[in-house]
């Protein structure tokens, strides 16, 4: 018997866990991973050995897991970006230095190898530049055909780097949105696997892995706040699972808060936090490409979780991104992509609204790198 299954998120049904469900039989609500009890009680935080802790893996055979080295990404102290928010701490959690240059391979890397576990051979992905490469290399790393649809608009740099891999790119008209609609039209008509790091359940195993590594690297002394540029919410989500779980087994006492930046131009889930509503329509361009999701899929669940940990969503402009951008190069040495910089320009408010204390400790994730996505001069 597997020790995993699949529960819809909105209704709670079980399903069986492959990779062709992406969705409830009965709601359509997205689906999340469910572990059978094995009998394990966790120990009290103040005797646990962090090198010892290992989140729970849907994989049946973890030592032959797929791997390109993601994760263990360093923290590094940001001194000069604390002061000029006015803070005492603030670190930045590096994660543009995973293997093909953003978080997204902590969640491929899990998501492939189930694929690669159950024999797929071919798979499709959208994505608007950093997912599509991620799940370009550790398909080619599985033997796995990849078929990326990718906004035509999306960073030459980054497209290049899919095509590197030996994907096949599908360049899409359109917002980012279209790149969506048109995967699911190909693989519905090819009847293929649809590698979904919006949907898939096993993404989520993959990117919770960031809350484990927070807690080693602070010892169980967490931060206070992480900040999130949040589009479809993988990171975001994969933390809080993940910090949820360690907290189940009374591995650490409480989850820091953990707070969602978007872009002012397409800011679903701040306008959903807001009780506002929003049109996906009327959505414009924004330099952070990474967070420009109009209909994010667990929208619900990031809601959800921002309520529980008593998070905030704040929406930023693309001026106030840019200038982060810039400071975090010029005055930290971290070249981030736009994506990543949004998350500097959220807690600049969230420190001036008073949501933020100075005092108060702050983790930022670095979510991918600025060589792929390179500003307009």
Same mark, same amino acid.
Request: hydrophobic share 40%; aromatic share 6%; with cysteine.
């Given at each position: 018997?597997?020790?995993?299954?699949?529960?819809?998120?909105?209704?709670?049904?079980?399903?069986?866990?492959?990779?062709?469900?992406?969705?409830?039989?009965?709601?359509? +609500?997205?689906?999340?991973?469910?572990?059978?009890?094995?009998?394990?009680? +966790?120990?009290?935080?103040?005797?646990?050995?962090?090198?010892?802790? $290992?989140?729970?893996?849907?994989?049946?055979?973890?030592?032959?897991?797929?791997?390109?080295?993601?994760?263990?990404?360093?923290?590094?102290?940001?001194?000069?970006?604390?002061?000029?928010?006015?803070?005492?701490?603030?670190?930045?959690?590096?994660?543009?230095?995973?293997?093909?240059?953003?978080?997204?391979? %902590?969640?491929?890397?899990?998501?492939?190898?189930?694929?690669?576990?159950?024999?797929?051979?071919?798979?499709?992905?959208?994505?608007?530049?950093?997912?599509?490469?991620?799940?370009?290399?550790?398909?080619? %790393?599985? +033997?796995? #055909?990849?078929?990326?649809?990718?906004?035509?608009?999306?960073?030459?740099?980054?497209?290049?780097?899919?095509?590197?891999?030996?994907? $096949?790119?599908?360049?899409?008209?359109?917002?980012?949105?279209?790149?969506?609609?048109?995967?699911?039209?190909?693989?519905?008509?090819?009847?293929?696997?649809?590698?979904?790091?919006?949907?898939?359940?096993?993404?989520?195993?993959?990117? #919770?892995?960031?809350?484990?590594?927070?807690?080693?690297?602070?010892?169980?002394?967490?931060?206070?706040?992480?900040?999130?540029?949040?589009?479809?919410?993988?990171?975001?989500?994969?933390?809080? #699972?993940?910090?949820?779980?360690?907290?189940?087994?009374?591995?650490?006492?409480?989850?820091?808060?953990?707070?969602?930046?978007?872009?002012?131009?397409?800011?679903?889930?701040?306008?959903?936090? %807001?009780?506002?509503?929003?049109?996906?329509?009327?959505?414009?361009?924004?330099?952070?490409?990474?967070?420009?999701? +109009?209909?994010?899929?667990?929208?619900?669940?990031?809601?959800?979780?921002? %309520?529980?940990?008593?998070?905030?969503?704040?929406?930023?402009?693309?001026?106030?991104?840019?200038?982060?951008?810039?400071?975090?190069?010029?005055?930290?040495?971290?070249?981030?992509?736009?994506?990543?910089?949004?998350?500097?320009?959220?807690?600049?408010?969230?420190?001036?609204?008073?949501?933020?204390?100075?005092?108060?400790?702050?983790?930022?994730?670095?979510?991918?790198?600025?060589?792929?996505?390179?500003?307009?001069?």
């Amino acid at each position: 018997m597997s020790h995993i299954r699949l529960r819809c998120t909105r209704c709670g049904a079980p399903h069986a866990a492959d990779m062709a469900t992406l969705a409830c039989d009965d709601c359509a +609500g997205p689906l999340d991973m469910e572990y059978r009890p094995r009998g394990q009680g +966790g120990k009290a935080a103040d005797r646990v050995a962090w090198s010892d802790v $290992e989140p729970p893996s849907p994989l049946h055979d973890p030592p032959s897991a797929l791997s390109l080295g993601e994760g263990d990404t360093p923290c590094a102290e940001l001194p000069v970006a604390a002061e000029l928010i006015g803070l005492r701490r603030l670190v930045g959690k590096l994660e543009f230095l995973n293997p093909t240059g953003s978080f997204k391979d %902590r969640g491929t890397a899990v998501m492939i190898g189930v694929a690669r576990e159950l024999g797929v051979r071919e798979l499709v992905e959208d994505s608007s530049g950093n997912a599509g490469a991620s799940v370009s290399a550790y398909a080619a %790393r599985a +033997g796995i #055909k990849a078929h990326i649809f990718a906004p035509a608009g999306a960073p030459p740099a980054k497209l290049r780097q899919i095509a590197a891999y030996g994907a $096949e790119v599908h360049s899409i008209e359109g917002p980012r949105d279209a790149a969506t609609d048109a995967a699911v039209a190909y693989y519905t008509e090819h009847r293929l696997v649809y590698a979904s790091h919006a949907l898939s359940p096993y993404f989520l195993e993959g990117t #919770k892995t960031f809350a484990y590594e927070v807690a080693r690297q602070f010892e169980g002394g967490l931060p206070a706040h992480i900040v999130f540029p949040v589009g479809n919410g993988g990171l975001y989500l994969g933390a809080w #699972k993940g910090f949820d779980e360690l907290r189940s087994a009374r591995l650490i006492a409480w989850v820091p808060r953990l707070h969602c930046v978007q872009s002012r131009t397409v800011m679903p889930l701040v306008a959903a936090h %807001r009780g506002e509503e929003w049109d996906s329509g009327a959505q414009t361009a924004t330099v952070a490409g990474g967070i420009a999701v +109009g209909a994010p899929a667990r929208r619900d669940q990031v809601l959800s979780a921002l %309520r529980a940990t008593n998070g905030a969503a704040v929406a930023v402009d693309d001026g106030d991104i840019l200038r982060w951008q810039s400071t975090l190069a010029e005055r930290e040495g971290v070249y981030a992509e736009a994506t990543s910089a949004a998350a500097l320009a959220g807690l600049e408010q969230l420190v001036l609204r008073g949501v933020i204390g100075a005092g108060e400790s702050v983790l930022v994730p670095i979510t991918g790198t600025g060589l792929k996505d390179t500003p307009p001069a």
